[in-house]
């Protein structure tokens, strides 16, 4: 008979890149709200001590990590340092760090731009998801979780490279997947439509405050569900598929997009 703590993450490890802002920051206080000890990763050490102090104030366990992950070195002492501070076991990778410099057409994108993207979203991820499957493998199991985007399936003008990344990463699920589910490592996609955070922001940052808020205020208005969505409306679905209630998902895709990939829109628009 199914039981509910089956959606529990208690006893359980767990890394989050891009933990100290965003949509990681909000799938760290989620697993951490669930029970588990979270280790949190990114370049800015600021916002990775306020995130694990905001895990600390509601008797949560969270630990820092400074790391670049475009950079492969850092993704091995990452993957260590992790290790050492979740007690030699992670049960549960959330590969979310991601960037998306913005650009003005496939005319414009330069090779700068291309590695920049290429180097975290995709090799960053998919070496992290390498040395943790390793991990995961010698333990007897794990949950990998991939951060895409709904650009994956669809382009958006402007950001072709990171289009092209993200629909990468949907096939770095599926291959690690199909390879790791007899080692009894599962492998999901949760694919993000637009989310209020510094890079859904970015888009508006050659406009003033003002201007800004009106091209977000024209967004929600032709949105299906008349807002952009909030970080924290994300966090359950990586709890779900963290947990042992997804215990036979694997290679499976989220949409959370509020039902932008359905209708028509260009989900930001100059
Ligand atoms: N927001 C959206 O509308 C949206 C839509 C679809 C998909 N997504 C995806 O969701 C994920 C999270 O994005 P977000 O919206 O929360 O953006 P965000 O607020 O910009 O957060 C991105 C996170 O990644 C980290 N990061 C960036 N470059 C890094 C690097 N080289 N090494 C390690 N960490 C790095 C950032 O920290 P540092 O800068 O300190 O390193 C930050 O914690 C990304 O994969 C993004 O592509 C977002």
Same mark, same amino acid.
């Given at each position: 008979m199914?039981d ?6 208690k ?11 965003g949509? =990681? ?18 370049r ?11 895990i #600390? !104030? ?11 992950? =475009? ?10 340092a ?7 076991r992670?049960?549960?990778?959330v590969?979310?760090?991601?960037a !998306? ?31 943790v499957? #390793?991990?995961m493998?010698n ?32 096939m *770095? ?8 589910? !007899?080692c009894h ?27 800004a #808020?009106k091209? #977000? ?10 807002? *952009? ?5 994300i966090?359950g ?9 997804? !215990? ?5 895709e ?7 990939l359905?209708?028509?829109?260009q989900?930001?628009?100059?």
């Amino acid at each position: 008979m199914f039981d509910l703590s089956k959606f529990s993450l208690k006893g359980k490890t767990a890394v989050v890149t891009g933990g100290g802002r965003g949509i =990681g920051k909000a799938i760290a206080i989620g697993f951490a709200k669930a029970g588990a000890k979270v280790a949190i990763t990114s370049r800015k050490v600021d916002d990775l001590e306020a995130t694990a102090a905001e895990i #600390k !104030s509601f008797g949560g366990v969270a630990f820092p990590i400074q790391s670049h992950l =475009g950079k492969m070195d850092e993704i091995r002492k990452m993957v260590d340092a992790a290790m050492e501070k979740l007690g030699g076991r992670i049960d549960i990778l959330v590969n979310n760090a991601g960037a !998306s410099p913005n650009t003005l057409s496939v005319l414009d994108s330069d090779e700068r731009l291309w590695e920049t993207i290429m180097n975290l979203n995709l090799r960053g991820l998919y070496f992290t998801s390498q040395a943790v499957a #390793k991990i995961m493998k010698n333990q007897g199991g794990g949950s990998i979780i991939n951060i895409a985007s709904i650009d994956g399936f669809k382009p958006e003008f402007g950001v072709s490279v990171y289009s092209i990344s993200k629909a990468g990463v949907r096939m *770095i699920t599926n291959a690690f997947a199909a390879e790791l589910a !007899s080692c009894h490592i599962r492998v999901n996609t949760i694919a993000p439509g637009p989310f209020d955070t510094k890079m859904m922001n970015s888009h508006w940052f050659h406009l003033t405050p003002d201007e800004a #808020k009106k091209q #977000k205020a024209a967004l929600e208005r032709v949105l299906p569900m008349g807002h *952009i969505g909030n970080p924290d409306e994300i966090a359950g679905a990586a709890i779900y598929l963290a947990s042992d209630a997804s !215990s036979y998902t694997t290679g499976a895709e989220i949409v959370i997009d509020g039902g932008v990939l359905l209708s028509h829109i260009q989900p930001v628009q100059d």
